[in-house]
Structure formats: structure tokens, C-alpha cells
Nanobody, 124 residues
């Protein structure tokens, strides 16, 4: 059973920094893509940033230049360094891991795993 455990959320003042970490366990395979999503009250969950196993990254326009994603493939961890935080960054942040496996007879299985979420609040 794959589990994702997040840490690092909290309360920070505008302009401050936080680092989120996520560790995946329970799989003998790596994860094709690992990343972070967020959901603010009354809004849909949105992609913040993700990174492929090969190092390709995607960022939401709203966080480009302020957030940096990194991952350790050997440890199945993904971090999100957040700087210059704004009140509009306030949300629950979720770690997500995508894994494609090919089983017997070439059957492809696509799986998405989610963490439980960690609250980030940016407020003075």
C-alpha cells in the first residue's frame, strides 16, 4: 500500500518562506511524476508544481520564480521550497505521486496517490 506523508506546513508572514516535504513509501517501483497541488477554500484543487523522474518540471504561473520543486528518486521524496509567500498562497497543499506499471501480458496500470494534505497559511 503506497502512502505519502507530508510535513512542513504552518503559519508564515507575507514575504516569508516555507519548505514542504513529502515521502512516499510502500512501493518497490519509483514514481513517474511527483508533485504538489493546493486547494484554497471555495476553490478547486490546482497544480502548483511537479517533476518527472527525469527532472522535467512544471510550475503554475502564479508561483514561477518563487517556488522550487526538487525530488530524490532514490528516496522517493519530493520537496517544495516556497519563498516570497503571499496571502493568496494560503491553502491546503497536497503531495501527489503518479506511477505507471506494466504487469503481466503488458497490462498497463496508471495510479495516482495523494497525501493527506498540510495547511499553509500566509498572514500577518
Amino acid at each position: 500500500q503506497v502512502q505519502l506523508v507530508e510535513s512542513g506546513g504552518g503559519l508564515v508572514q507575507p514575504g516569508g518562506s516555507l519548505r514542504l516535504s513529502c515521502a512516499a513509501s510502500g512501493s518497490i517501483f519509483g514514481f513517474n511524476v511527483m508533485g504538489w497541488y493546493r486547494q484554497a477554500p471555495g476553490k478547486e484543487r490546482e497544480l502548483v508544481a511537479d517533476m518527472s523522474e527525469g527532472g522535467n518540471t512544471n510550475y503554475a504561473d502564479s508561483v514561477k520564480g518563487r517556488f522550487t520543486i526538487s525530488r530524490d528518486n532514490a528516496k522517493n521524496t519530493v520537496d517544495l521550497q516556497m519563498t516570497s509567500l503571499k496571502p493568496e498562497d494560503t491553502a491546503v497543499y497536497y503531495c501527489k505521486a503518479y506511477q505507471r506499471t506494466i504487469g503481466l501480458a503488458g497490462r498497463i496500470s496508471d495510479n495516482n496517490y495523494w497525501g493527506q494534505g498540510t495547511q499553509v497559511t500566509v498572514s500577518s
